[in-house]
């Protein structure tokens, strides 16, 4: 062994330890140093079953999303047809795609006509004729589905970003995952519940009047529902805080305003102490809309509805130009902040449910991290006391590489921005584990040579050759069920299974090449008369 | 030179094998009969459901969460007492028609409800709904299944085809035996059991792999000798190496199930499990393998038993 080899093989390892070390750095250090530079923000992060947070998996109800979209195709259908003086148009959604027209037969040409020029995604399926009414099925195509599916989604996530941002969650994950899911991720955030129940509301705003302030009649059956109209439940709060279901009132089922004219929505004091009104704003068109509406039924009740809840119900005393409305109730500083937020950024285009909830709270999380840290240490300690005690020279040896071992792979997770999880953990105390039995593997070959009664020199290079090939089998076996761990793995697996595979490279790395490098360094300077192993 | 195996020491591992492969035989049987029985326990991770793990200010019966829990008109509820303390609960829901959101916030509201809201404490909420289930359930499934037969091959492609049979043999031997082990002590499945049980896979591979070397390496150097001395005396070889390697990675895992805490509990044990039968079997399941097949299709030149 040349000592030009030994010195250029020193040289490579010593600068991995200092690269590995400058990459801890910002792991370690709190705040991180500005001189650290482009490293300074490669840092190991942890996982939220770690530091504790929300990890949400929503599904966004795509197929709510095409029946609403026919709904209001089949609405300005209807319109459209009006307009263009066909009588008595009857057009409404009769399947999650399809909605039905009829007209008058006369009117056949009409409706053709209307549905070529401005519905094309809707094809027909079926065409009859009933009592002098032509009857006709519209189905919208395979195309618009897919458009409305993505967009529906895209929408989502956008609204989603804004209310998380206007929340004020710090480095939050949001992102679309496969078809109709959004992933959210939430670290350290403290009160789980509000978020989620910010997060996933549909937020739908709509004006509608009231035809009658107690609904309690039509909903047992005292008094026939009026056509057009429907019971709506107000909002009433328990002792405990808990909302439940209030007052009921008939509306008339027509709507006459959107949420999608809001430009802003804010919180602000109301009359009586202590209480909080939400004043929003709209834009040109919707304040026109609502001056309309207001001129046109002063001294009726104008019922304000989120979500199908009624919120407030006021009468309108007279006509209201500028477009500014408010909205008043019993709210906490948190909900009418959280209704605020749920306004300005918009209603969600179609409901999301939750799929998936895991949620991790703060304590637990730091629970979580010192037992796993403890464990750690306290199995890592025993195995390096261990080591030393049964190889002596030899051991300390091994627990170095052991260490750098650690060193490396944490480095190195640092580097590619990896998130440590528990599972992750886990990966690193076996990838200790196969260190061990790799040092253990060369350790005992090289005792068995020197058995046989070969030099220190001979034992310790045909002890490193026989070991080799049995370590490299172990290794790559493993490493190639990590990186197939990796592949269907999901979460948590992925993470076991990264820290699985940088941690077996590191450790052939350590065991083979690191230790080798002292053995050769001491045979070339021939100092290596005995092994103490 | 601090021995664990004196130098020298050649137990003849090989006369035991009948003996060992009924009990191993046995102890699949009793596992079968077990897991048959009892059924794996589905964390709601592969189930689908809900999942609060709470912590009261003081102590609480398991009793007194039930009654608080039976306004809330959700069927099924299970709680169980967790760790040492008497405060420590997890209530799981099973899947149902509604929100999952909406569940948690249920047990949570009645929770407070009824304890004081500064009594509760609330350290996880888990809630998975049936197709995520399902998709996690038939990961996990594939993720395993392609991780053994990778190594199968591996080992088929580096060794002879024999020692892959062998090995495959072994790591069967090994989960089953681990999860009858899980099912008996009532460990609920999820998916850091499974990263375990892979891990399992893995260690009992290593094993496997360490052996079946030194047996090639001692073929080639003995061409004639019969194979039922060549894996007696490999075997022997590495017996000391098989139990310091075991003995360190029981002593890190033994760590992580006494100080790790709840919520690695199963993991751990999962690998304390399969690392103590994953050690036998290398020495008794993969080995005895290579030799039944020896002996129905003897290796030309080479001596039978």
């Not at chain 2, 009261?56 to 969460?65: E, H, L, P, W």
């Not at chain 2, 916030?105 to 004081?116: D, I, M, P, Q, Y």
């Not at chain 2, 709840?262 to 080995?287: D, E, K, P």
Request: glycine letters at 10%.
């Amino acid at each position: 062994m040349s000592d030009r080899s030994i010195f250029y093989r020193g040289l490579m390892v010593l600068g991995l330890i200092l690269v590995s070390i400058l990459y801890l750095l910002p792991s370690l250090l709190d705040p991180v140093p500005g001189w650290l530079g482009f490293v300074a923000d490669k840092k190991v992060s942890l996982g939220l079953d770690l530091q504790g947070g929300t990890h949400l998996i929503l599904s966004v109800d795509v197929d709510e999303a095409v029946r609403t979209y026919v709904e209001v195709n089949a609405e300005q259908l209807r319109r459209d047809l009006r307009e263009e003086d066909v009588r008595s148009p009857r057009v409404r959604r009769t399947g999650d795609t399809v909605a039905t027209v009829s007209v008058p037969e006369k009117f056949a040409d009409d409706l053709q006509t209307i549905l070529d020029e401005r519905f094309q995604y809707f094809e027909t399926i079926s065409v009859k004729t009933e009592d002098g009414r032509v009857v006709r099925e519209v189905s919208l195509n395979a195309d618009e589905i897919a458009r409305i599916h993505q967009s529906a989604v895209e929408q989502s996530l956008e609204t989603i970003r804004n209310r998380i941002d206007q929340l004020g969650v710090s480095e939050p994950v949001i992102q679309r995952q496969g078809q109709t899911d959004i992933l959210v991720q939430l670290p350290g955030i403290q009160d789980p519940e509000r978020a989620k129940t910010l997060i996933g509301r549909t937020a739908v705003l709509e004006f509608k009047l009231v035809r009658d302030p107690v609904g309690g009649p039509y909903v047992n059956g005292d008094k026939p529902l009026p056509a057009g109209t429907e019971v709506l439940y107000g909002l009433v709060k328990g002792n405990s805080g808990k909302r439940s279901r209030g007052k009921s009132l008939l509306v008339e089922s027509r709507i006459l305003m959107t949420g999608d004219v809001i430009t802003d929505a804010r919180v602000r004091p109301g009359e009586l102490p202590n209480s909080r009104i939400v004043s929003i704003d709209m834009n040109s068109r919707g304040a026109r809309l609502f001056e309309e509406i207001t001129s046109s039924s002063v001294n009726r009740q104008l019922a304000i509805i989120l979500d199908d809840t009624v919120y407030s119900a006021p009468r309108i005393q007279e006509r209201i130009p500028g477009g500014r409305a408010i909205i008043t109730g019993s709210f906490t500083a948190d909900e009418a902040r959280d209704l605020a937020i749920v306004l300005r950024t918009g209603a969600l285009p179609a409901p999301v449910h939750i799929a998936e909830e895991r949620t991790v709270g703060p304590t637990l999380g730091a629970d979580s991290i010192r037992q796993g840290v403890r464990s750690f240490i306290v199995g890592g300690a025993l195995v390096l006391v261990f080591m030393i005690f049964y190889y002596k020279v030899a051991g300390v040896l091994a627990d170095i590489a052991l260490i750098l071992n650690v060193v490396f792979l944490v480095a190195m997770l640092a580097g590619l921005g990896a998130t440590l999880t528990l599972p992750g953990i886990a990966g690193i105390v076996l990838t200790l584990g196969m260190a061990v039995d790799a040092n253990v593997l060369i350790n005992e070959r090289i005792r068995e040579e020197l058995r046989l009664g070969k030099t220190a020199r001979a034992a310790v290079e045909s002890g490193y050759e026989r070991a080799l090939p049995a370590i490299l089998d172990s290794n790559i076996t493993s490493f190639l069920s990590g990186i197939i761990l990796f592949q269907f793995g999901s979460g948590p697996i992925k993470g076991f299974a990264i820290t699985l595979c940088i941690g077996l490279a590191s450790s052939v790395f350590t065991a083979v090449v690191l230790t080798r490098l002292v053995y050769d360094y001491r045979i070339s300077r021939g100092t290596l008369e005995t092994v103490s192993i | 030179m601090i021995e664990l195996i004196p130098h020298g020491t050649t137990v003849d591992f090989i006369k035991y094998r009948n003996a060992t492969a009924a009990a191993s035989g046995l102890l699949v049987l009793i596992g079968i009969a077990i897991v048959g029985l009892r059924g794996p326990n589905l964390g709601i991770d592969f189930a689908g459901g809900s999942m609060v793990h709470v912590r009261f200010a003081s102590d609480t019966t398991t009793k007194d969460v039930r009654g608080a829990l039976a306004g809330t008109e959700l069927a099924q509820v299970n709680i169980q007492e967790l760790g040492g303390g008497d405060n420590e609960f997890l209530v799981r829901v099973p899947l149902s028609e509604e929100d999952r959101g909406a569940v948690t916030k249920r047990v949570t509201e009645a929770l407070s409800e009824r304890f004081g809201a500064d009594q509760v404490e609330i350290l996880r909420v888990e809630s998975v709904g049936p197709r995520v289930g399902e998709t996690l359930r038939e990961r996990a499934v594939l993720a395993v299944f392609f991780a053994t037969l990778m190594m199968g091959v591996y080992i088929w492609a580096r060794f002879e085809w024999r020692f892959g049979v062998g090995a495959a043999a072994a790591l069967v031997h090994d989960v089953f035996l681990t999860v009858a082990a899980l099912v008996m002590f009532n460990y609920e499945f999820d998916l850091s059991i499974v990263a375990a049980l892979l891990s399992v896979v893995g260690f009992s591979v290593n094993d496997t792999v360490v052996i079946s070397d030194r047996i090639r390496e001692n073929m080639r150097k003995d061409k004639r000798a019969a194979l039922r001395g060549i894996v007696n005396r490999s075997v022997n070889e590495t017996l000391s190496r098989t139990l310091l390697t075991t003995g360190t990675s029981l002593l890190v895992i033994f760590a992580l199930y006494t100080l790790g805490g709840n919520v690695i509990h199963g993991f751990a044990f999962t690998l304390l499990a399969g690392f103590i039968v994953g050690t036998y079997s290398s020495i008794y399941i993969a080995s005895s393998i290579v030799l039944y097949f020896e002996e129905k299709y003897p290796s030309a030149g080479r001596k039978v038993a």
